[in-house]
């Protein structure tokens, strides 16, 4: 996996102490509750605005956690692009993404310690369906799903709690949906957990 800037120590650490003033300026509340993992596929959700990125980016800064994070091909233009690598972005093209599910699997393979940030909305907007590649990616490389999420209305945001994905997918985004419907997004009518479905044949990678 490439370098980033959560493996520069001292920008880092001046970040960490950064994040964290800014957030308790914010009255911002970080969770820790299952932020001690070596290995795991991070939830990002509810993603509903631009505000979400700065947002995750200083809780994982204060939490210490050296991640890596999926977004669209867009965000990574020439210049631009390097910088979005360097913060732990992995650019996604998606007529690709079956390739990107089994190359995500192998890097937890070489990998020690490995931690990847995927939005399964895949979109700012309202969605009903979840994009499932990063259950199967947790499936494949058999590492825990972290449930990550930030919550506007509570100032809250983090990683909740461990989840060991079984494989039944369908009774498995039973418990992700209880877990994700108290929170709210940035814009709350964007966000509904009680209505995410999956779509397995159209979504699977």
Known sequence: MHF???????????????????????????DSSAADVQKCVLIGAPHTSNWDFPIALMICFVLRLDVYWMGKA???????????????GIPVDRSQSGNLVQGTIDAFDQNEKLLV???????????????????YIAVGAKVPLGLGYVDFK???????????????????????REFYA????KNPQQFDAEHIQVNQQKNRH
């Open 117 to 135: 940030i995927v939005p399964p909305e895949g979109t700012r907007g309202k969605v009903t369906r979840w994009k499932t590649g990063f259950y």
């Open 74 to 88: 867009s965000l990574f233009p020439p210049i631009l692009g390097a910088i979005m690598r360097w913060l732990g």
């Open 154 to 176: 509570e100032k809250i945001g983090g990683v909740g709690k461990l989840f060991y994905p079984s494989g039944n997918i369908d009774e498995d985004m039973i418990l992700l």
């Open 4 to 30: 980033t800037i959560f493996k520069t120590p001292v920008i880092n650490t001046l970040m960490r102490w950064i994040s964290a003033a800014i957030l308790r300026l914010l009255g911002w509340r970080v």
């Open 182 to 185: 108290g929170f709210t997004g």
